[in-house]
């Protein structure tokens, strides 16, 4: 839909059902296959004409539930019906112009905080870059900088700012919104 647009926007909404859905977790190489009969609680998407980028909540009959990046290989069951939204490309031209400032996310895999900072980022249209702490020699040479042993550390035009609850204290003031 995004291609045949020629725009870009945002999967709302989905409802439905999958018979396979091929996840990836945040940080791993490898994806997994679940095979069941699925239903899906929620999915959200940024889409482009040239890319999406999904995030899906699925259970299946035992009430099990999954989330994380949705992948290629998935299956819908019986049917999709999805809610898109899609952007005035004029405002997507003039925000990536305006936006020069920039956003580094540092996380360490798993951490409840690191993904709700992401997902608070990823909400407001903020654009970040993650950076993935996966061993003592990367929190040593992190620690070195901040002095700070919790995650996520934030870093905004090159200045630590603190974790999420600091980042949660700029969007409530509206300072957020200058990056």
Not at 57 to 79: M, P, Q, R, Y
Not at 84 to 107: Q, S, W
Not at 137 to 146: A, H, M, R, V, Y
Request: hydrophobic share 35%; charged share 25%; proline share 2%.
């Amino acid at each position: 839909m995004a291609k045949k647009e020629n725009k870009g926007g945002y999967i709302l909404s989905v409802v439905g059902n999958l018979s396979k859905a091929r996840i990836k977790c945040l940080g791993e190489k490898q994806s997994i296959l679940i095979k069941n009969s699925l239903e899906i609680i929620s999915l959200n998407s940024t889409i482009d004409p040239n890319s999406s980028h999904l995030h899906i909540s699925f259970s299946d009959v035992n009430c099990n539930v999954w989330a994380e990046h949705l992948e290629e290989g998935t299956i819908i069951l019986k049917a999709a019906d999805k809610l898109i939204g899609f952007l005035d490309e004029n405002l997507i031209k003039k925000e990536k112009i305006t936006n020069n400032k920039k956003v580094e996310i540092f996380i360490i895999p798993d951490s409840p905080w690191s993904a709700r900072a992401i997902r608070m980022l990823r909400t407001l249209q903020v654009v970040y870059e993650i950076k993935v702490i996966r061993n003592d020699d990367d929190f040593k040479s992190l620690n070195k900088i901040t002095n700070n042993s919790t995650f996520p550390q934030i870093f905004l035009n090159g200045e630590f700012i603190g974790g999420y609850s600091e980042l949660t204290e700029l969007h409530s003031s509206g300072k957020l919104n200058d990056y």
